[in-house]
């Protein structure tokens, strides 16, 4: 399970965790960490977790930001081919 920095029992009930499952990516760090409001949550890339829901939110809006940022790279490539 992923490692908080805080106590447990600050943690919010079961029925408000969901199983993530946090990407490998191409890093060289092998945990991926979440930090929001001075709490951190450090999991291992390529495993599946139970976090609070607002720690998914924030997963999910990292990976959407990935995405968003490789799509761009793959337009700044395309117009650079195309000036050439």
Known sequence: MATKAKDASELQSSEDLVEVHIPVGNRDDP???VSINDNRWI???GSTQRVP???AEEIE????ADE???RM???MIDNAKAAQ
């Open 53 to 55: 829901r607002f720690v």
């Open 61 to 64: 809006r990292s990976r959407l």
């Open 31 to 33: 945990n991926f960490v």
């Open 43 to 45: 999991m291992p890339r």
């Open 68 to 70: 968003h940022r490789y």
């Open 73 to 75: 790279q793959q337009v």
